[in-house]
């Protein structure tokens, strides 16, 4: 087996934060007495916010990238107000808002190429997201921000992750996202097989499921 070869393909670490995020909603939906599953679930964004830099930088056409991360953020709204509010509440949108806004950043840096118009666009986004109140907020787009200033360094950009992540959350259950380094360390560059379509609907699915399992356990 050559190096080339060898670690995990974006596939695997896709498969690892979808399986991670599976088990952080049931923890948050049907079984909050149990922090342990919060704590597993905490790898999951990361490895998104990783994956999605891979991706921008990869893609041939980032305005299709937006597109879609748009058209599923405004599908996984209503699953999401209902998985973790019980109604349909506006005020706290859902991760692919992050995400969007994650790959816009990507997109105007890549255009205006300067590391000051880089740290302004970025600037905006967090008070975007925090304005917006989308799923991790400003931080969200902090760990975005970092993964893309540090593209070209593999090591030191999961190093400055977990100094993020200690900063911005101290020693709250967020610390445990510092374990996705893990996973991340070994990822090889390579995509793996493109089932892209299969993760972005497995979100708002998921959460309308367990939404109405959560409704199932509350009658019973």
Request: with cysteine.
């Amino acid at each position: 087996m050559t190096e080339k070869n060898f670690g995990l393909d974006g596939f695997v670490l896709k498969s690892i934060a979808m399986v991670a995020m599976l088990i952080d909603h049931m923890g948050a939906v049907l079984f909050p007495q149990y922090l342990g599953m919060r704590m597993i679930g905490r790898i999951a964004f990361p490895i998104y916010c990783f994956l999605l830099v891979e991706g921008a930088m990869h893609t041939s056409d980032i305005r299709k990238y937006e597109l879609r991360l748009f058209l599923f953020a405004l599908v996984s709204e209503l699953p999401f107000d209902l998985a973790f509010q019980g109604t349909i509440d506006f005020n706290h949108q859902n991760v692919f808002f992050t995400l969007l806004l994650g790959v816009i950043g990507i997109d105007l840096a890549q255009r205006w190429k300067s590391k000051l118009n880089t740290i302004l666009i970025f600037i905006i986004l967090v008070i975007v997201a925090e304005f917006l109140r989308t799923d991790y907020g400003g931080s969200g787009i902090v760990f975005i921000f970092f993964y893309y200033l540090l593209y070209q360094k593999k090591v030191i950009k999961q190093l400055a992750f977990v100094l993020e992540n200690y900063l911005l959350y101290g020693s709250g259950v967020q610390i445990y996202a510092s374990f996705a380094v893990l996973p991340m360390l070994l990822y090889n560059g390579k995509k793996g097989p493109s089932l892209k379509y299969v993760f972005y609907v497995f979100y708002p699915a998921h959460l309308l499921i367990l939404y109405l399992i959560s409704r199932v356990m509350w009658y019973q």
